[in-house]
């Protein structure tokens, strides 16, 4: 919204009286509003003050209509894309033609957020195993701010499953940014030197960051690059990459020429023939060859993509396969031991032929979980059960400070008692209290103590963190110590950013589980099904590996290997050091309690890049590892493995730094000089742009006990305890919206207008003295 800035001194009482009945209501948002929600009301802000840019004869995009409720959040980038930060109205305009504009007194308040218009765009995609590297690289221009004012940029970068970012560049007319990876310590004798940004992730899979101070007609050309997983199901893998662009983002100028690029490389990691299945873009076959693939796909185009960037394909296996890959460390490596992994692929033949499954679902009740998370949650519990088969079982445990049982035993999963299960949640199951999570994982232990001849499996969904994580995690190991033949699975879902993800990635390696994640209560539903899906297909039980006890150093991650899934083909990497059997035995135990072993041989990764293709699963294991144990050896061990291979963990802070062209320093030191006798240094220095920027730490951090016991619901952005500056900041708040509601409402202009003209002088120069204090601008700068 604006918010005006008129010198109240201008006014007459009567015209006074009349500006307070006209203004809307002023809104201060708090840090505890939706980031995302905020973030969608910015750019439809913008669209609308785009409105003032005037093209000459060329018409203006068409704004797209205004969403429901329901579909508001389209608003949010669906790839890459850069945005004007516009505070001051006045300032947008088209570089190229300016025009005459009414001038507007005022702010915007949150800046407004107006997409650029983008002139190029392309990428490159590698495929290898299950997880993708993408290179995405555009360009866009700030066609709406003048030449002669600066804004603002943010940048937003969707990413697909559990991305990643890996590197940043961005240039402009005569300077860029490049990000690097840093240990934090680094940055304490350069705090004079850095301007703190404000990085960030808008609903987990969406990151954004700020470019201070570009000139209005500059080209921006920003390059980055991610990991992100591939989805896998029934043989198939599928790859989708945001590459959706809304119309507003295309440029006016019809003779601009449009032309997309995207070149995509897959790699099986096997000797095995690929199968395309289906693609989203005309995709030109350049190569193919054994476990190999190689596509380009380039148009001109009227508009920009407006579908994501998919593919699917699946490798020709019927029966369970797999295969180990070798490597020799890269240069300069900080260990240097040599790397290995090795894989199994289910096959086709696997997908019907699961085990039988003894299932207990695990679900947070607490205050945080109110409305929408816990209703979702429910909806996905409901369609889990709907999954199971007759001769399955299953029971359900609600947790707050106390547990709640559907049933004291395990039931059969018939139509009834499904039934009575969907009732009972419906009917008893309400978000109030704090979080137990050690109390109903006791009981779920203890009814699944004497299974024999099916999967056991705990889903625990929660989006708390408590202070027992470590107990609970020890508990757990002293209860599988015991365990008969097939120990309970434990799966776990995080939801939202204040639940500790390590300790419950953790105790899903402890219990040879599945991990994942919901960063926001409309992906819970989905998450938790997937989550579901993949644990109760397990095909292949107890997987151990053999011929491994003549290898030195063995590390091996994760240290517990998991089951091997139809949902999920199973990996497992680490180090080792001396010579490396030809082959390996793997063993397991099949869904009808039979036992299997398979024999891998192993090969030389020549053009896989496993250092690449592992990095982000391992500083995760090894980062759930080092907060288990509290062992700064391994917490140094991850950093330096987040810088090498510049995979962002819980250890390294992103910073980008600014770099000029000669040219441009030159001019820049020769302009310096003439400023400098002009006006004062201080403000000189202050309107620079930073020598680097602190994008901080990109990763989730260790769960938020504060908010969790503030019931604070996930997905509501950045929690933050009151501090003594904060804390001023909210009084003055408070007192000041206060006053402006008893000064805009429609009572208090009724009682003016019965006063005389004494009091009304009086009022009138009450307002010209506090605006003479400039009290107005003070509470602005409080809340800017």
């Avoid at 969608?40 to 969403?67: F, H, N, Q, T, W």
């Avoid at 590459?243 to 070149?263: C, D, H, Q, W």
Wanted: proline residues 5%.
């Amino acid at each position: 919204m604006f918010i005006p800035n008129f010198p109240l001194s201008f006014f007459t009482a009567k015209e006074f009286l009349f500006l307070l009945s006209s203004l809307p209501p002023i809104k201060f948002l708090s840090s505890g509003n939706n980031m995302a929600g905020e973030f969608e009301a910015c750019v439809a802000g913008g669209l609308d003050l785009s409105k003032r840019i005037y093209y000459g004869k060329e018409l203006p995009p068409v704004p797209e209509p205004v969403m429901s409720k329901s579909k508001q959040e389209n608003y949010l980038p669906t790839a890459a894309m850069v945005y004007a930060v516009v505070s001051e109205p006045e300032a947008v305009d088209n570089p190229d033609v300016p025009s005459y504009q009414p001038y507007v007194h005022g702010r915007c308040q949150p800046p407004a957020l107006i997409p650029l218009h983008m002139y190029g765009v392309g990428m490159e995609v590698d495929c290898c195993l299950d997880y993708a590297n993408v290179s995405f690289s555009g360009k866009w221009r700030v066609h709406c701010i003048k030449t002669s004012r600066k804004c603002d940029c943010r940048i937003a970068i969707p990413m697909g499953d559990q991305g990643s970012i890996l590197g940043l560049e961005v240039d402009i007319t005569g300077k860029s940014y490049h990000s690097q990876l840093i240990i934090p310590q680094e940055t304490k004798d350069k705090q004079t030197e850095t301007k703190l940004a404000d990085g960030q992730y808008l609903k987990g899979y969406i990151y954004t960051f700020k470019i201070p101070q570009v000139i209005g007609g500059t080209t921006i050309s920003v390059k980055v690059s991610w990991s992100q997983k591939l989805d896998y199901n029934e043989g198939e893998f599928s790859l989708n990459v945001p590459f959706s662009f809304p119309a507003y983002v295309n440029p006016i100028n019809k003779k601009i020429s449009k032309r997309e690029k995207v070149l995509l490389n897959v790699n099986s990691g096997t000797e095995k023939e690929i199968i395309r299945k289906s693609n989203s873009h005309a995709l030109k076959e350049l190569r193919r060859e054994v476990g190999k693939l190689g596509f380009l796909y380039e148009a001109q185009v009227p508009t920009w993509s407006t579908s994501d960037f998919s593919f699917s394909y699946s490798v020709a296996l019927n029966d369970l396969f797999g295969g180990v890959l070798l490597q020799s460390p890269i240069l300069r490596d900080f260990d240097d031991r040599q790397m290995f992994c090795f894989y199994l692929f289910p096959g086709t033949n696997q997908i019907k032929k699961a085990f039988r499954k003894d299932v207990i679902f695990i679900i947070d009740i607490s205050g945080s979980m109110k409305e929408g998370p816990l209703d979702n949650a429910k909806t996905a519990l409901i369609s889990s059960l709907s999954k199971l088969n007759s001769e399955d079982s299953f029971n359900i445990i609600a947790f707050n400070e106390e547990s709640y049982l559907f049933s004291s035993l395990m039931e059969a999963a018939t139509k009834e008692a499904i039934s009575r299960a969907t009732q009972w949640l419906n009917d008893n199951l309400t978000a109030s209290g704090g979080t137990n999570i050690l109390v109903p994982l006791k009981q779920a232990m203890k009814l699944l103590a004497e299974t024999t001849d099916s999967i056991p499996l705990i889903l625990l969904v929660t989006d708390g963190a408590v202070e027992d994580e470590r107990d609970i995690c020890n508990f757990v190991k002293d209860c599988l110590k015991s365990a008969g033949p097939i120990s309970p699975r434990i799966c776990t879902l995080g939801i939202g950013t204040y639940c500790n993800h390590y300790f419950l990635q953790m105790l899903a390696q402890i219990g040879r589980g599945y991990f994942d994640t919901a960063y926001d209560e409309d992906s819970i539903d989905s998450r938790m099904q997937r989550l579901f899906t993949t644990a109760s297909s397990v095909v292949l039980a107890n997987i151990t590996v053999d011929s491994l006890e003549q290898v030195d150093s063995l590390e091996l991650l994760p240290f517990r290997i998991p089951d091997l899934s139809c949902g999920s083909p199973l990996v497992v990497s680490g180090r080792y050091n001396g010579n490396f059997p030809d082959s390996i035995q793997v063993n397991g135990i099949l869904p009808d309690m039979t036992n299997f072993t398979i024999e891998l041989k192993t090969r030389k990764a020549k053009d896989v890049q496993l250092d690449k293709i592992l990095a982000r699963r391992q500083i995760d294991l090894l980062t759930s590892k080092a907060w288990m144990s509290g062992s700064k050896d391994l917490e140094q061990q991850v950093a330096k493995m987040s810088i090498q291979s510049g995979v962002p963990s819980e250890y390294t802070h992103m910073v980008l730094h600014l770099t000029h062209n000669e040219e441009k320093a030159a001019a820049e030191t020769i302009l310096m000089q003439e400023v400098l006798n002009k006006i004062n240094l201080l403000k000189q220095l202050e309107s620079e742009s930073p020598k680097m920027i602190m994008l901080g730490s990109l990763g989730v951090g260790f769960g938020n006990l504060s908010a969790t016991a503030a019931n604070v619901p996930p997905g509501t952005g950045e929690f933050k305890s009151p501090e003594a500056t904060e804390l001023l900041v909210k009084a003055a708040s408070s007192c000041c919206s206060k006053m402006i509601d008893r000064l805009c409402c429609m009572c208090f202009i009724q009682t003016c207008s019965h006063m005389n003209n004494q009091c009304s002088i009086v009022l009138t120069q009450l307002c010209a003295a506090l605006a003479c204090f400039e009290c107005v601008n003070c509470c602005y700068e409080l809340f800017a």
